[in-house]
């Protein structure tokens, strides 16, 4: 089916230890961003990429990776994961604006980091 | 870079009242506005968007938003309330082309519904 799909749903993971979350979209989009939500602080966005090997940094990306190597795939990396980064990730494409929804965003990768 | 400031974190209305939540933007054209709802562990949906025009838009739902330049608003109404409509409401600026894509939220309004 089309749309913008997370992986995992959640996961828990130990203080400095790598994980990946994983996010494909099945548009074609050009843009995609990850944005972290935490309470008190609405969604922050981490990084973003205007396409394939183009990725930015946004207003919170200290300790984060991205790649975008291919046009539907954006994976998020914690290099060594962090207390302070248990948080609700959400990955977002960006569609055409003009008769169009805009920005879909997928349903979100709950992370804990014990 | 664009801002947004969504000065009520949490309001709460009886269920029939009319409602409306705030939402004031930062940017140096007219920006894309949007306004988002999330229930309690679920993802975020769309309302409704604004690009040009009517300054007046219509949402799902029964939601409504108007753009108010002079006032570097863009909030959203609903007439008569009900239960269902509790959950957290973001409003969020864009850039439109040729600006920097990036989408950015406001901190969110907590709606809470009295039977």
């Known amino acids: 089916d089309a749309g913008i799909t997370q992986s995992p749903r959640y996961k828990i993971t130990e203080t400095g230890r790598q994980v990946t979350l994983m996010c494909h979209q099945t548009w074609s989009h050009s843009y995609m961003f990850w944005y972290r939500q935490d309470l008190g602080h609405g969604l922050r966005l981490i990084y973003y990429s205007a396409a394939a090997d183009i990725t930015d940094k946004g207003e919170v990306p200290d300790g984060y990776v991205v790649s975008r190597s291919k046009t539907e795939n954006f994976p998020l990396t914690l290099e060594s994961a962090t207390r302070s980064q248990t948080s609700v990730y959400f990955c977002a494409s960006r569609a055409p604006l003009q008769g169009g929804p805009g920005y879909t965003f997928g349903s979100g990768t709950r992370l804990t980091v014990v | 870079a664009q801002s947004v400031t969504q000065p009520d974190i949490h309001i709460t209305v009886s269920e029939g009242a009319s409602l409306e939540l705030r939402c004031n933007y930062s940017y140096g054209a007219t920006p894309y506005l949007f306004w988002y709802v999330q229930s309690p562990g679920q993802g975020l949906q769309l309302l409704l968007k604004y690009f040009s025009g009517d300054t007046l838009v219509q949402g799902i739902k029964g939601f409504e938003a108007e753009f108010k330049r002079s006032q570097s608003s863009f909030n959203l109404r609903k007439p008569s309330v009900h239960w269902s409509d509790a959950a957290e409401y973001f409003c969020?600026?864009?850039?439109?082309?040729?600006?920097?894509?990036?989408?950015?939220f406001g901190k969110g309004t907590k709606l809470t519904v009295n039977p």
């Open positions: 969020a600026v864009g850039a439109p082309q040729g600006g920097s894509e990036k989408l950015v």
